[in-house]
Every structure is written in structure tokens, then in C-alpha cells.
T-cell receptor, first 117, second 109 residues
């Protein structure tokens, strides 16, 4: 009965490869997010989708492409992985119609630790 | 643990004491604030939130205080327990959640 789930939990790969991280929420929420947490624990939003529509797109390299096949899923595909992409990536979801601008807490997944060698 | 090597502010408290974690936020127009707790190897977990039209909100063992004049937020944890050991983040709503740098709370038994 996990609320927000991500796969895989750990991902180790070589520079230049392409990889995907999957996220699913079973909370019936309309809005989903991807966050990146660096080695200093700094947590920053990357993308937000509301009902499959992209509503927040921070300054993220276009090697990162989110895809939302339905409102319960938000996947993150990363092309041509670089060393600096190593981080923990968190998916989150909230009821809110627009990411963060309504008074609704965000529920976070367990994270995917990506290591690029 | 994961906190080794991190240069985040650290608060060490004795079990049973009260803890106060502080946060300075950046945008005076932010209208909603949340405190999150992140345990080692897990995602952030909601603790308590507060809207900008309030200056205090209480939960179970936790209280959040908001001082808009100086753009300051604090989280008070009563009777701190070992299970409270984690990294604590404040976040402000600027149309998206903007997280603070985090504070490590260590509880000594």
C-alpha cells in the first residue's frame, strides 16, 4: 500500500548512457513532481505535472525528459548521463491543481540514488 | 551515517529535552510553509505546515512559529526522542516549493 513508489532504488551506470526512473502514486493526486537532492542534501524541484500537463520546468538540461502517461505516473528519462547527474532523485505528489501554490502537502517517494561512473 | 561529511547546521539535544530548529526564508510573498523530516535513506516526510495568515500552529509534540516581519520560521519539538534524529527542512511556497538547506538533529540518549 505504498503511496508514492519509485523504481529502481539504486541505479549505477556509465557516463554517456541513457536511463529512466519510474514513479507511481496511488493517492489519486493530480500533481506530481521530480526533485533532485545533491550530495549536500540540497533539494530542488526539476519538473511538475498536473493531470499529465507540464506546469513547472526549472532550468534543467534538456537531456532530462519527464513523461506522464497518466496522472498516476511520472517517469524521468535522462540521456547522455554525466558525472554531475549523480544524486538522489525524488518523486512527489500532491492534491493541488498547481504545484505548490495551493495549500497541500507533497508526499515524497523513497528516492532513487543515481551514481554515474 | 549519511550525515558524515555534510556541512549542515547540527543541533544536538539530550533525549527528553525540547528542540528548536530555525529557518530563514527568502521571499516575503511566500504564503505557505512546510516542515519536512528526512531520515537516512528515505524521502522527506511531512511534519507540519502553516499558512502566512497564522503565526503559530501546533501538532502532536511539534509547534511551528512564523515571524513574517523577519522572514523566520521555527520548528519546536517537545520531549525529543531518538526517533526524531533526522535532517529537517523548511520549505516555502513560491508557486513551487523552495527548500531550505536543512538542519541535522541528533538526539543523545
Amino acid at each position: 500500500d505504498t503511496a508514492v513508489s519509485q523504481t529502481p532504488k539504486y541505479l549505477v551506470t556509465q557516463m554517456g548512457n541513457d536511463k529512466s526512473i519510474k514513479c507511481e502514486q496511488n493517492l489519486g493526486h493530480d500533481t506530481m513532481y521530480w526533485y533532485k537532492q545533491d550530495s549536500k542534501k540540497f533539494l530542488k524541484i526539476m519538473f511538475s505535472y498536473n493531470n499529465k500537463e507540464l506546469i513547472i520546468n526549472e532550468t534543467v538540461p534538456n537531456r532530462f525528459s519527464p513523461k506522464s502517461p497518466d496522472k498516476a505516473h511520472l517517469n524521468l528519462h535522462i540521456n547522455s548521463l554525466e558525472l554531475g547527474d549523480s544524486a538522489v532523485y525524488f518523486c512527489a505528489s500532491s492534491i493541488g491543481r498547481r504545484g505548490g501554490s495551493s495549500y497541500n502537502e507533497q508526499f515524497f517517494g523513497p528516492g532513487t540514488r543515481l551514481t554515474v561512473l | 551515517g549519511e550525515s558524515v561529511g555534510l556541512h549542515l547546521p547540527t543541533l544536538s539535544v539530550q533525549e527528553g529535552d525540547n528542540s528548536i530548529i530555525n529557518c530563514a526564508y527568502s521571499n516575503s510573498a511566500s504564503d505557505y510553509f512546510i516542515w519536512y523530516k528526512q531520515e537516512s535513506g528515505k524521502g522527506p516526510q511531512f511534519i507540519i505546515d502553516i499558512r502566512s495568515n497564522m503565526d503559530k500552529r501546533q501538532g502532536q509534540r511539534v509547534t511551528v512559529l512564523l515571524n513574517k516581519t523577519v522572514k523566520h520560521l521555527s520548528l519546536q519539538i517537545a520531549a525529543t526522542q531518538p526517533g526524531d534524529s533526522a535532517v529537517y527542512f523548511c520549505a516555502e511556497n513560491q508557486g513551487k516549493l523552495v527548500f531550505g538547506a536543512g538542519t541535522i538533529l541528533r538526539v543523545k540518549s
